[in-house]
């Protein structure tokens, strides 16, 4: 891990104005659940986790876990900031995962063990770019062989709709990138880094990136 990039400790999300209430972890699983969320938990799972019995899987930025009602039989962990999401995520799902607060820039891959898949969702765009690049260190550093990072974000692409823009401009997340600018701050840790974009995995307009990291060869 690059030590230059511990410890920052700067927030590039937004909790002021209507979307203050997005942090009330019910009122963030509801808003969710109406703009189809279930649909892009799937597609993440099915996609580029995998799950299976076993297998040791670390949220980053796992708001209050929902996450682990898609991922049977794993060994999870998951960290977030806050304090009241980690707190619904306990009392939701008690011993199935391990939960802790945290945040990226504090994160160290020394503390925390080893894994086979490294989730951040819907975290790169609430973080600004010398936490991004400690968050890929991070997940580099705790990755067993084989492993990978799978992220999902907003994204800004020329073919966006006008609408999908309007909308991912509403996000609480402030430093929404494009697809190529994800990638190249991953490619910045990671040898491998495979994109896809998708316009249409929730109920409103919206654009979506995922990122999968890894070494070459890794499945
Ligand atoms: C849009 S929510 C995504 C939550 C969850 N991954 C999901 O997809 O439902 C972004 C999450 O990142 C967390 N977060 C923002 N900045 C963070 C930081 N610097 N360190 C750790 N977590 C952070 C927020 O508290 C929030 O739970």
């Known amino acids: ?8 400790d700067r927030v590039a999300q937004t909790t002021r104005g209507v979307r203050s209430v997005l942090s009330i972890p019910l009122v ?3 808003f969710q659940r109406i703009v189809g969320s279930p649909r892009v938990r ?22 209050p876990g929902n996450l682990l009602s898609y991922l049977p039989g794993v060994a999870y962990t ?24 945290g945040r990226v820039g504090d994160l160290d891959a020394d503390e925390l063990g080893e894994f086979d898949v490294v989730i951040a969702k819907s975290l790169l765009h609430h973080i600004d770019e010398d936490e991004a690049l400690h968050l890929f260190d991070v997940a580099s550093g705790v990755l067993a062989e ?27 997340g402030q430093s929404i990138l494009t697809p190529e600018k994800y990638e190249a701050l991953a490619s910045r840790v990671f040898a491998e880094v495979r994109v896809a974009v998708h316009h249409d995995l ?18």
Do not use: W
Not at 167 to 172: A, G, L, N, T
């Open 1 to 8: 891990m690059n030590a230059s990039r511990a410890k920052v």
């Open 78 to 101: 998951g960290v977030d900031l806050s304090p009241a999401y980690i707190d619904s995520a306990r009392r939701q799902f008690g011993d199935r995962g391990r939960f802790f607060v």
């Open 42 to 63: 799937r597609e993440l799972v099915d996609t580029y986790v995998r799950p299976r019995a076993g297998l040791r899987v670390l949220d980053i930025g796992c708001g």
């Open 146 to 172: 084989g492993g990978r990072l799978v992220t999902l974000d907003a994204a800004y692409t020329p073919d966006m709709s006008r609408a999908a823009r309007f909308v991912v401009s509403r996000d609480r």
């Open 28 to 30: 963030y699983e509801t």
């Open 202 to 219: 929730l109920r409103i307009p919206y654009t979506h990136v995922f990122l999968s990291c890894g070494r070459p060869g890794d499945s």
